[in-house]
């Protein structure tokens, strides 16, 4: 009974981890941004707090008797840690904006001051969590003949309950009650579960008085190989640390591939994570109810070696799979249906198919190395917080070599296939190195490995992620651009056989149509650029949060401005810029321009320099990152930085959208700048905002309108005319607050 109590305690603190991770990766990159280096820092923090704490917990434990105490006391500080975050995290914030300000940093300089803080935030917290598999271990692993079962069972506990925190997270929690009640409410989590654990460790010892230490019941059918050769346990280490760098790389390129055909939201990225840890949890609970049955090392050995070596065939088969998914009927249909539950239903199946396999296979490997590495059960504790540690410390330099390296340099299939052969290898290399079996088991396998590695390899596209781009295409499109960056995956199309002014191109970045040259997008992209500037009296230093085409950039640098500077999260993005000249006037060589590589929010909290006019044209909020661009504290961060007079435009695409989620975008918007009006051009509207009350020249904007060159610009999507612009206005102040009423913020 008690037994099934603690592992109930650890699915809970499971689930409770998977949560602050998220939390915590949220509250952190609003200040420091969603640049894949911000998210990375934060990330190797968390997992690097998380390797430490398993390293360091392992051998401490070992010293101890009573470990479900010290397991409950660990959670009991991770659940007071957690209620104290709300007020660290100001301190966190403060202290970097302070710095980087006096510093004068560059993004890179800025990159490394953001990891020094989310370690110094996060290590308290994240040391103890990595505590606790090593210390439960030490509790639940004292039989030799069920030793794989009990460590196999324990990890995938934890594993479900991270399962559960995921989709908790992302599909109920955050939307119902909150980030900051969210957390308050996981760390009173983390108090009952320590205090429950605490309250029976006493019983827990009482009933085991008779069974202290551990129990070596060791079958009489293990006559050899009892215990592990020195060089062999330093290749099962080094190993298991290499494959724990191939699945956290896979992890990064999977999601953002999958990413491409799950649209992106934050729910595909929920149920992308779900489906690798449900795999993960899986294959290590499967696995560990028959490893105990190996009575020899030389077996389990050889486990392991097929299991890494079908990783690396099955992550590059999968390569295979997504080249071929756009032909399937349940592909088309994750953007054509109108239903949310099939839309959810699609992504959940469409992740299952292609990911449950490898990390099934992941899920493996845990228990059957710790079945290796502790094939004597002695300070069974170490054991298994060495094996888990290097295992994350692999996967750090996984995740952040696959952003920064594999994918910028080689592109994402490349990067899958060298992780395949990786995993080939240490597979290969397992078997060659095993002590006790025969020659010829071990070059039949290096045979059979090399041969469908060559058969696999022969039979892969060209080029998968390229290829699903052009699954975006319509039949008269042809690509013109196509490149694969550290932020972004950046796409440009151009249509055949289209008479119009303007050009007829469309650019995608990661798989989401950002934005195109068509007549309407045209028409949205300058009416954005022109619209502030014949509002704001004298404009002279203006802000631009998001490139795109460079169109609404271009646009606002043909006023009489000192300068326009524009910040945009990815360069991929900027260096499609040269196919839109036209359309955006050659921005990037306009001696009035400057480009700042970097979060929009993240640039906002450390410059002090201050505008005329901000102008803001994200992508879609519905996209994962993208909504920290729609909310209260951002809008209250931009009013910050406006001049006396300042007036902000921000852009609200009305497609993918319900009337109440439009109607909370403007109550938002409206709840920092209350002087508010909106506009409408084409199919989406615009929001002007200003602290104070703004009014209209007419003569100024004829005077604006009448400039050669802008009205050049706009007699191309037919705007030209004062009276034409004025056509756009779609609500003044009191209408704008009506209409809004009581939504939420």
Known sequence: ????????????????????????????????????????????????????????????????????????????????????????????????????????????????????????????????????????????????????????????????????????????????????????????????????????????????????????????????????????????????????????????????????????????????????????????????????????????????????????????????????????DFYNKIDATAVWGEFVYLNFFTSFISLFLPTFLFGATFPIVCKIHGWRIEKIGSKIGNIYSVNTIGGIFGSFASGFVLIPFLGMQNSIVLMGYVNVGIGVLFMFFNPSVRNHVRYIFLTISLAATVILTLLLPQNMPKSLHESFLKSNERMLFYEEGTAATVMIAERAGKDLTASNKRLWVNGNMATAAFYDGLQIN?????????????????????????????????????????????????????????????????PKSRIIIDDGRSYLEVTSKKYDVITEEPMHPSLAGVVNLYTKEYYELAKAHLKEGGIMSQWIPLYNLSTEDVRMLVKTFNSVFPHTTIWMANTDIFMIGSPARTNISYALLEERLAMPNIKALLREIDLEAPIEILNTFLMNEDMARAYSGNAPI
């Open 1 to 328: 009974m008690i037994k099934a109590i603690i592992l109930l305690l650890f699915l809970g603190s499971g689930m409770a981890g998977l949560i602050y991770q998220v939390l915590w990766t949220k509250l952190l990159t609003l200040t420091f941004g969603v640049t894949i280096m911000a998210v990375s820092a934060v990330l190797t923090s968390f997992f690097g707090g998380l390797a430490l704490g398993s390293y360091l917990g392992g051998r401490w434990i070992v010293n101890y008797e009573d470990g479900l105490k010290w397991y409950g006391l660990a959670e009991i500080l991770i659940g007071l840690y957690a209620l104290s975050f709300s007020w660290l995290l100001i301190l966190n914030n403060s202290a970097y904006v302070l710095i980087a300000q006096h510093l004068a940093m560059d993004f890179y300089g800025l990159s490394i001051l953001k990891f020094i803080l989310s370690a110094i935030l996060l290590a308290i917290p994240t040391t103890l969590m990595g505590a606790t598999l090593p210390i439960l271990s030490k509790i639940l692993a004292t039989s030799q003949t069920r030793f794989a079962k009990n460590i196999g069972g324990l990890y995938a506990i934890n594993t479900i309950g991270a399962v559960i925190g995921a989709i908790a997270t992302a599909f109920f929690l955050i939307p119902n009650i909150g980030m900051k009640t969210l957390l308050y409410s996981v760390g009173a989590l983390n108090i009952v579960i320590g205090g429950i654990a605490v309250f029976i460790s006493k019983s827990y010892s009482k009933g085991n008085e008779t069974n202290r230490g551990y129990i070596y019941e060791e079958p009489k059918s293990i006559t050899q190989d009892k215990y592990l050769p020195d060089y062999f346990s330093t290749l099962l280490i080094f190993g298991f640390a290499l494959s724990g760098f191939t699945g956290l790389a896979y992890e990064v390129i999977w999601t953002r591939v999958l990413g491409f055909i799950l649209t992106g939201t934050t729910y595909a990225f929920a149920i992308v994570l779900a489906t690798f840890l449900t795999g993960i949890a899986v294959g290590s609970f499967v696995f560990s109810q028959f490893l105990d049955r190996f009575r020899t090392l030389s077996r389990t050995i050889s486990l392991l070696a097929v299991v890494e070596a079908m990783i690396g065939l099955s992550s590059i088969g999968l390569i295979i799979l997504y080249d071929k998914m756009p032909a399937f």
């Open 526 to 590: 300058r009416f954005q650029g022109v619209l502030p500037m014949i509002i704001h009296p004298n404009p002279k230093d203006v802000l631009v949060i998001c490139f795109g085409s460079g169109t609404t950039f271009g646009t606002l640098s043909q006023f009489d401005v000192n300068q326009v500077d524009n910040v945009e999260i990815a360069s991929t993005v900027i260096k499609g810029a040269p196919y839109f000249t036209k359309e955006n006037m050659d921005v990037l060589h306009n």
